[in-house]
């Protein structure tokens, strides 16, 4: 009993007391109400889970997914400690699917990908929230989006960050860039894409794509 | 030797379970106290540093115009309304001023914001006077501008995580369709700074042909200078509003007030509940001891020694639950800031709630005169005790 009280006392100390007053800023969908109902029809609900890289694996994690990404993660902005919104969606009391999104960094400001996927990790749609950018129009328009459909982490192991290009032609070569002169920003969302594939793997599908990343699948 | 401090101890160590509690229920009450004290110091020493952040005590601002943030929310960025330059030389060479600051606002429609676009706002700031009127404000990366009309921004650190920019990259103005280069990532402030896109005011004057034009200007006055009376003089300028950083202080204090009353009710009634605990322990713990107090009436012991022990009895209590208050004050600052900011309809930045050791010793003097003053009645009803009544009363 006399330990109890001391073991809640000091959590309660650790807790209250060393709480950062700052932390690094997500992903979140502006409106979730009216964006999930849009970006996923046929559902009812949904519920938000926040997930941190430093929180779920720590450094190992980080390194893990910067190599299935095939890239580091870079800069002020993308470090270990930025809390991932997953929003998992449901239809009545069924499970019928994820949006989770990223920030990343584009030529001219952020940009914000948010992925619609099944249960199975198959992309539904891609909604960018944010773009800044001179192609703005083009990548936001709903013909680029469609090009992302019905692909999953299986196909995205094939887009190489570094080049832009695809070690093995397959369906990600398919995705044609809308705005040429926006090539930066192209890569950027691809990039994007990528990632929050890899997240959601490790997050939720409990690594089920990992075998395609290490070639023991086509 | 066995002394009188050592009996009153035992005393309490009879009944354990009922003497924590006391205890405990003294040490919340001191809790709340130490708590309310460090409050009182905590809230207006952050409001003031949150004034002080701001860099100017008087913002100048067009007629219709008074808070240049919540007309960019409520019109979309065209409800702005400007006033001349020349405003700056009718203000500057008045004797209260220090510095002055001009500050141009301005905001554009971005179509990719969001499912159906949204606003994104820039201030263009004196690259020579805002940043020595805001000396305290830190860079994560780079500095500020290198030249008066440069295509350069500054960016508040969630603006810049936002865009996710660093120093050396592009900054594209929407709609525009102009770039600009950053130079600067500042640190966090926790204030509005945090949001915004700095731009030198000329550059802003120039992309968004606003030349000579402002939105407001930002005064430092003279620490020894008569607010209020430079104020009047300013309403004396045509077409522009004064917004007083000190008026606004006075309207939180006073909304903060209310709460403060609201919460130290709440104390009294906390030290009153205390009281009576301390009261109806000691009480109790005398009706038990009443043939005991008999005896040692009996053996020798005037009243006056029954009244002493009875009253340190009570006066170990209240400082035990004193000293356990105090500690839990400190170590639950934070848990009760946020209780507090939750209640409050203003939180200033900062920490709320300032402990220190003058305050700690305000709350133990305070709880063990609580104490002395709940142990009179206790104490007086044992010193009164008659030997041969409470003896008899043992025998039957």
New interface residues.
Partial sequence: MKYSIILIFCI??SV??G?S??A??GCDL??PD??VA?LFPGSTGYKTMYVAIDKKGGDALLAQIEDRLGDKFQ????TADVPYTIYEIYRGTDRIGYIHGV?????????QVFLVMDMEGIIKSLY???????A??EL?APEFGKQFEGLSLADFYAYDIASGKTKIPGKVDQIKNPAPEAEQDFHASMRAAKKNLILMDEFIYGNKFLKYFKGEAQ | MITIYKVSFKNLLRKRTRTLLTIFGIALSAWVLASLLGFNKGYEASLNKDIDNMGFQVLLTAKGCPYEAATLMLKGGTGLRYMSEDVIRQVVNEPEVDKVTPMLMQAVFDPNKGESGGFSAYLGVDPVTFPRMKSFLEFKQGGWFTRPDTMEVVMGYEAAELEQREVGDLLLIPEKEIELKVVGVLKRTGTQDDGTIFMPVKTVQNIFNKPGELTGLGIKVHKEADIAAFEEKLYGLPDVQVVSLAQVKQTIMSLVTTAKIMVFSIAIIAILIAMVGVINTILMSVFERFQEIGILKSIGAMPWDIFKLIWIETFILCFLGGIVGTGMAYGLSKLTEILIRNLLPYAPTGSLIQLDASLAGVTLIAVILIGFVSGIYPAWKAARIRPLESIRSEVN
């Fill in positions: 309660g100390i209250f007391s709480q007053l700052f690094a800023v502006n409106d009216r964006d849009r800069g002020l902005f993308e920030n990343q960094k584009g030529q001219y400001g952020g940009i960018f929230q944010k773009l800044t950018s001179k703005a129009k936001r």
